[in-house]
């Protein structure tokens, strides 16, 4: 079983920069593949992006390239989402999940974290 928490969500202007992390526990952090998750409201749940048990490989959902980058601490046992140049569609309910496949199907991702929220004002 894996445990994730999300933290770092909050309001930011249009333009700005926040960053999302999420601390998992009860395996062998590097031994997961992270993923980004987001769900809008009224909207069904989308992949952002997703990073390997080494953070040698990462995958961006194209909405989001050039603008967020995910990165890993292995010894922190913690995913980042470094979001820049957020826009007010970037508003959403931001989920950490864990899997042991790389990708950015929900379908590959067994775990998931309880969700934080980023509103972006423009």
């Known amino acids: 079983q894996v445990q994730l928490v999300e933290s770092g969500g909050g309001l930011v202007q249009a333009g700005g920069s926040l960053r999302l992390s999420c601390v998992a526990s009860g395996r062998t952090f590097r031994s997961l593949v992270m993923g980004w998750f987001r769900q809008a409201p009224g909207k069904e749940r989308e992949s952002v992006a997703a990073?390997?048990?080494?953070?040698?490989?990462?995958r961006y959902v194209d909405s989001v390239k050039g603008r967020f980058t995910i990165s890993r601490d292995n010894t922190k046992n913690t995913v980042y989402l470094q979001m820049n140049n957020v826009k007010a569609e970037d508003t959403a309910i931001y989920y950490c999940a864990a899997g042991e496949l790389i990708g950015l199907s929900q379908n590959f991702y067994d775990y998931w974290g309880q969700g934080t929220q980023v509103t972006v004002s423009s």
């Open positions: 990073i390997t048990g080494s953070g040698a490989a990462t």
